[in-house]
């Protein structure tokens, strides 16, 4: 018996240490510290894919890769113009632009590649994104069919969806928030293609 928790204990210890330089993905949106006890720097949205860069106790340092807009970095999003937000900083100077890695022009603005690091508790990362997808598509078979039949994910585009699903003001049944968090990011993962 002892032996046995003897096992467990390095098994999980080891599971720990293989985590680092893996990419996992935030099972909810997550607040993001600056050290792995406190110093808020903003949130990480839900279903964001992080580079896990060391653990401490339960809270993992990850980083979040993307584009952000050169004027005004303060948001990380997975592609130039496409409004499918990564991450979200209050602070200034979290979010590092690197021109060199890319820059693109859409519409008139400016966005280049950017990054940001931070500490979150190490509950919120997820494997398999495939886990997340189905907790969203049920989510939308059982919240989006009450009033009209449910519309397809592929109906709009990612920029579309997040018009119709906003943050503020949406009606009865469209909105983005609380149990929507997760439905919303993949219904813009599996929109029409921009
Ligand atoms: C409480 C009832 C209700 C629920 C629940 C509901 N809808 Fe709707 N939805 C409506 C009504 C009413 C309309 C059409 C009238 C309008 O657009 O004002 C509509 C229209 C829409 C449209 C078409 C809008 C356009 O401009 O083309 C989309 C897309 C849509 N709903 C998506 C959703 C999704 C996704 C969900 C689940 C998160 C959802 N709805 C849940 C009532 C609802």
Known sequence: MKKSLLLLGLLSSFAAVATAG???YTSHSVKVNASAD???LGML????PVEVLETKGDMSK???SGWSLKEYPSQIFKEAGLRIEYASFDEEGVVKLNPKAGEKTVQGNVWQRSTAEGWIPSKMLEKDIEVLWKAGKDRQAA???ACHGAPAASHFTANQWASLLPVRGGRAGHTRRGNNELMFKWLQEHAKPM
């Open 62 to 64: 990850v980083r979040v």
């Open 143 to 145: 919240a989006c069919s």
């Open 38 to 40: 406190a110093d808020y």
């Open 45 to 48: 949205d839900v279903a964001t």
């Open 22 to 24: 893996e990419t996992l």
